[in-house]
């Protein structure tokens, strides 16, 4: 194993269970008891799943997709002394507006949470006359500001960087068409002041890799390591029985990340469990968080499963850059800086 290290805060706490002995594939492996969340987990709410954690206090906290028994998605607030059992607010997280007047979306998903400085930030999916990106903003976990949205429809998958690059806010996110996008690149943007986004750059494309030929997203926030900024994704590829989610990994260049320094040819995760292959949507393994320590090197993902669940898998950062960089491939539309 090589040494590569997280840069970033120790987190003694983060969950963690032993590898099995046998493992095919990538050196990631799934929680024992996933999923972590199941149905109905929520007065009026029918499922849990794509949602995003982090350290909070002396425990964890989270954003959670939530979808209402009235099948509107909403975000709800949960909070969790192990980061494996959770408990939820009864009510949707009420957002305001920078006057503090109610300032609710029409709908919200796939929610993203990101610390940057002493700010968290939530990033979703909302209509914005069609799908696109809104952001949020808590100190405290109790008032969330609403800020102005920082993309045109139609956008997904955003995902700010953990901290500014030479000065300014980065963020990730996928734009494409408001349906079940059949086509989608990440793409990265920067901000001086999280109002105004531009030098927009490609970072990486769907790839001739068959398991993402259809689109991919952005997922967790990207990590920092000693390697650069580790990004763990969604790819898709279609079949003649519907879109199938894996989770990919890529390694991004830690000044300038439109740059892909690797990006492993193999999914990292597929469907494989009863619980990420039947649900709502059935093979859908969708990556939006991970926790991670930057003593010991563990990685704690967590994923939705089958828009139903919420699972949890482990790797280490040594394990998952050296398996990454060992079957990299990379392609000019990676490598280059990314404009045209
Ligand atoms: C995408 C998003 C995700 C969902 C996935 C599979 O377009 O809507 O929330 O997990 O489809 O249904």
């Known amino acids: 194993m090589s040494d590569v290290k997280i840069i970033g805060p120790a987190v003694p706490n983060v969950p963690w269970q032993e590898p099995p002995s046998e493992m095919n594939g990538a050196p990631v492996w799934r929680y024992n008891d996933n999923p972590i969340i199941g149905r109905n987990p929520v007065k009026e709410v029918a499922r849990i799943f794509n949602s995003a954690v982090m350290p909070y206090e002396d425990g964890f906290i989270g954003v959670f997709r939530a979808e209402q028994t009235n099948g509107i998605p ?91 690059i030479n000065g300014k806010f980065m963020m990730l996110s996928r734009p494409s068409d408001s349906g079940h996008t059949p086509f989608g690149d990440i793409f990265i943007s920067e901000s001086p002041d999280m109002v105004y986004w531009g030098r927009h750059r490609h970072v990486m494309g769907k790839s001739s890799e068959w398991w993402e030929a259809v689109k991919i997203g952005g997922g967790a926030a990207p990590i920092e390591t000693t390697e650069g900024w580790l990004l763990f994704y969604h790819g898709v ?13 890529a390694i991004l260049d830690i000044d300038n990340p439109s740059i892909v320094k690797y990006r492993c040819e193999n999914f990292l995760l597929t469907p494989q469990e009863w619980y990420e292959e039947r649900g709502f949507v059935q093979n859908v393994t969708f990556p939006c968080a991970t926790i991670h320590d930057s003593e010991s090197g563990r990685i704690a993902i967590y994923y939705g499963a089958a828009d139903t669940y919420v699972g949890l898998a482990f790797t280490t950062v040594d394990g998952v850059v050296d398996y990454i960089k060992a079957n990299s491939v990379t392609r000019e539309p990676d490598t280059e800086i990314g404009i045209r």
């Not at 279609?238 to 990994?249: P, Q």
């Open 237 to 249: 590829t279609g079949t003649c029985n519907g879109y199938v989610y894996s989770i990919g990994g």
């Open 74 to 164: 909403f975000i709800y607030l949960g909070r969790s002394k192990d980061a494996i059992h959770w408990e939820f607010d009864e009510e949707k997280i009420q957002f305001v507006d920078e006057d503090n007047k109610p300032f609710m979306p029409v709908y919200a998903y796939d929610p993203r949470l990101v610390k940057i400085e002493d700010i968290y930030y939530i990033m979703w999916c909302q209509d914005f006359y069609g799908a696109s990106i809104g952001i949020a903003k808590t100190t405290d976990f109790k008032k969330f500001v609403r800020v102005e949205n920082p993309f045109l429809p139609f956008n997904r998958n955003a995902v700010l960087f953990p901290r500014k």
